[in-house]
């Protein structure tokens, strides 16, 4: 436990070190980027348990987040053949995803729709995704559209472009990059990064409140929850992951939303 505490400590500093100098005494957003893949169950757990507290805790007044539904896909010798890490059907979520994006680039409409995704994502049941129409209340001829007239398609071979270009080169999924700096394994910590990258004046309640938090809380039960890039292709979903992820599984952004799309 105390090297664990060490090594995310070593990390944060590392990054305070990379970004110092990068940033204006200004106001201004922290950049926060995720590269992920539908079916995978740790980027499904960062997104439900993770990234929509940014939602709950004020932080989302003060980052820009971006989110590229790609992951560890491949693209074939043609250029233009998508194969994922966890097969078709995520390939299909991953083209749906980008597709929310495209169409609806206010971020608490499109976080509604993908979160939603994920959650069924967690529990195992994504083939009902259609079912997140009618709970996040959107209509559901934008992505129709988007997917059957191959947009859905440019848009999936856009992502890959992007992730394929990322310095340093992502090694697994979830991978986390607050204002270009990968955080890797201590994603679930990156409300720490994105409070020290923050250098605005504007009081954010994730950051005041982030001394009472400590590492080990967020680390006590986490083992290296991610998705390598070089692993070969593996079931939709683990059921070892999903027994032990979906039991986190809790949210009142998600609660909360849900109820007003109603």
């Known amino acids: 436990m105390a090297l664990r505490r060490f090594a995310s400590l070593f990390l944060l500093l590392s990054y305070l070190l990379c970004s110092i100098g990068s940033f204006s005494v200004s106001a201004q957003n922290v950049s926060l980027a995720l590269y992920y893949e539908s079916l995978c169950p740790y980027s499904a757990n960062f997104i439900v348990n993770g990234l929509a ?61 993908i979160y939603c995704i994920e959650s069924l994502v967690m529990e195992g049941t994504y083939r009902r995704w259609p079912s997140c129409f009618k709970k996040s209340g959107l209509e559901s001829k934008p992505i129709t559209d988007c997917t059957s007239s191959g947009l859905g398609k440019k848009l999936e071979l856009k992502y890959a472009a992007e992730t394929n270009a990322l310095q340093p080169p992502h090694k697994y999924v979830p991978w986390v990059v607050v204002d270009g700096q990968p955080i890797y394994e201590d994603y679930m910590n990156f409300i720490s990064y994105v409070c020290a990258a923050y250098k605005g004046t504007a009081a954010v309640k994730a950051c005041k409140e982030l001394p009472l938090q400590t590492v080990t809380e967020v680390e006590s039960d986490r083992t290296l929850q991610v998705s390598f890039a070089e692993q070969s292709s593996t079931p939709p979903f683990e059921a070892t992951a999903a027994a032990k992820i979906t039991s986190q599984a809790s949210s009142g952004w998600h609660q909360v939303k849900m109820a007003a799309s109603k």
């Open 53 to 113: 507290k940014i939602f709950e805790n004020g932080l989302v007044s003060v980052v820009d987040l971006k989110l590229v539904p790609y992951g560890n896909a491949r693209i074939g010798s043609d250029g233009t053949s998508i194969t994922c890490q966890h097969g078709p059907y995520e390939c299909l979520l991953n083209t749906v995803e980008a597709c929310a994006l495209n169409a609806w680039p206010d971020l608490d409409t499109h976080f509604r729709f």
